[in-house]
């Protein structure tokens, strides 16, 4: 299946667009691709209570996820930001749970078209399993 990263990563940036960021204002849209060719959009929520915030990434996996969707073949995060947001640490370990063998798209909202191309495995080389 030939994946059109460009396609999701302006779906993230869409999703962006609703990020809830009263307090950094760096807005963050994540878009999960399916097998099926389904995209779910997912964006950062902050809370009053900092760290209960939740990033792009992990909004649109528990979106997808509780939706009954699965298969996730690609994962775009996309904010205003030199080169674009990695994903965090917490994100990196969520995607290699249940986005094992994704392709990961990052990009600058100044510039979706400098897209860089990472791997879930090779942004979480060793994740933590319960059952190896
Ligand atoms: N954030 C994300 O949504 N994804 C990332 O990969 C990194 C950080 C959010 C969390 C918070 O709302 C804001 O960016 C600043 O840290």
Known sequence: MKINSFKLVQAAAAASKNSVSPYSKFKVGAALLTK??????GANVESASYGLTCCAERIALFKALT???KNFVAV???ARCDGGPMPCG???QLLAEYATDATVFIADSGDLKAIREFTVKGLLPSAFVLVP
């Open 76 to 78: 775009a995060v996309v």
């Open 67 to 69: 939706d009954g969707k």
């Open 90 to 92: 917490a994100c990196r």
């Open 36 to 41: 099926s060719g389904e995209i779910i959009g």
